[in-house]
């Protein structure tokens, strides 16, 4: 167990060692009518939390800040010229014994355990009562504070990776479905290089031997290719069980992703019942209700499972199409999300209908040249997998390290320029 002294929070401040303060309004009229190069930080917890950029500043030191309004969350801000608007809150360390880094990494371990909302916000009156730092060494707190950073760094290079493979996967994804793959294997020259290449089709131009085809003529000759529900007194809340066959709803359908972690179970009984609602291997599936427009393949391995009314569920023809393919479609294309807009006139999209989905129009190219198209996605796909799978493997290692290093259950060398654990 550790030994360390815990003071709150409000004891460093009433002792003059840590000053809280929030920052001011800053309007969009002031930022627009002094641009600049200055950073400004405000509630959200995305992009660092960063606002906008302005011409002025109110700092040049480093601080800690947090969202007010935003639910909590803490930022370590090192020593630049930056701004803070009203609903961030900022913290700025006084004692020559306190390090700012490893308290802004203390206040984040314990945030972890706090809620604050939109309702429940974190003020200055309230957090100074809620967070307590441990009086230790200058040096141990440089050390802990220096090996997490290195693991936020690693961290964030990941993240950064991940982004950069996106983007290439999404151009490259946007090409492959425009001009394709020709018969030496590389991407076709686009139309306004080789117009013999090309044939209009109401999606505007794709390669000769391509067509352009409804998703529902896509569909597999099996009963109920495309379904959802169950609705009303098919299934009631109180036919739920705690263990059985899932019951898959949105949390389960995200982009690109299937995620079994199922919450929601039926019995056998049930689920015979409503076996025209059951998914299959390798159905494409969207997400209709809550957050619409998802979609995921149903994996290999799936066993039973029943859909929802949140969810459509569509058994494709594997002799046209490639479920993953049309996936990809539905998550990213620019012709998919034209026709959804046109559908809700412009507006924002709070369901899905079938006959908006069955009259879905997508470029259909041969199968041998979706199996060209689909070995490409897979290497692409399999980079960003690999590179998240190490994100969470270093993200598991921070939470292990916060709750060792910050908490005193590990004790920190000073003897060495390297922080261990002895």
């Not at 109180?238 to 263990?243: P, Q, Y």
């Not at 129009?361 to 690999?386: G, H």
């Amino acid at each position: 167990m550790s030994d360390w002294q815990i003071r709150r929070l409000d004891e460093y401040i009433a002792d003059g060692e840590i000053i809280l303060g929030r920052g001011n309004i800053i309007s969009k009229d002031d930022i627009d009518a002094h641009p600049g190069p200055y950073p400004i930080y405000s509630s959200s917890a995305h992009n660092n939390g960063k606002f906008g950029e302005y011409a002025k500043f109110m700092f040049n030191e480093e601080l800690v800040t947090w969202s007010v309004d935003g639910g909590g969350s803490l930022f370590y801000r090192p020593k630049h010229k930056f701004s803070v608007t009203n609903v961030c809150g900022f913290m700025r360390v006084k004692a020559s014994y306190l390090d700012a880094q490893f308290i802004y990494y203390c206040l984040s371990n314990q945030h972890k355990y706090m809620t604050f909302d939109y309702t429940s916000k974190a003020h200055p009156s309230v957090i100074k009562k809620l967070y307590s730092l441990p009086n230790i060494d200058l040096k141990i707190q440089q050390k802990i504070a220096h090996v997490l950073a290195v693991i936020d760094e690693t961290i964030e290079k990941i993240e950064l990776l991940i982004e950069k493979y996106q983007q290439i996967k999404i151009g490259l994804m946007q090409d492959l479905f425009t001009q394709g793959i020709g018969s030496d294997g590389k991407l076709r020259p686009p139309r306004e290089q080789a117009p013999n290449l090309y044939h209009d089709s109401d999606l505007g131009w794709l390669p000769i031997g391509w067509r352009c085809d409804t998703l529902e003529n896509v569909l597999a000759t099996v009963p109920n290719n495309m379904r959802s529900g169950p609705f009303g007194s098919a299934l009631l809340k109180s036919e739920l069980v705690e263990d059985g066959i899932p019951f898959l709803g949105i949390d389960n359908i995200h982009i690109e992703k299937f995620v079994p972690n199922y919450k929601r179970f039926v019995s056998e009984r049930k689920f015979n019942e409503l076996n025209k609602y059951a998914v299959r291997p390798k159905d494409v599936v969207i997400t209709i209700m809550g957050t619409v427009g998802r979609s995921a393949v149903i994996p290999d391995n799936i066993e039973k499972a029943l859909s929802s009314k949140h969810l459509w569920t569509m058994t494709l023809d594997a002799d046209k199409v490639i479920p993953e393919l049309i996936c990809w479609q539905l998550n990213y294309a620019s012709w998919v999300k034209s026709w959804f807009r046109r559908e809700t006139q412009g507006g924002i999209m709070d369901a899905i209908q079938s006959k908006t989905l069955k009259k879905l129009k997508l470029p259909f190219p041969p199968i041998d040249e979706q199996n060209e198209i689909l070995k490409r996605y897979a290497a692409i796909t399999n980079k960003i997998v690999s590179e998240q799978n190490k994100l969470n493997k270093y993200n598991k290692i921070k939470v292990g390290l916060m709750d060792d290093l910050l908490t005193g259950k590990n004790a920190v060398s000073t003897q060495d320029d390297e922080a261990v654990c002895v």
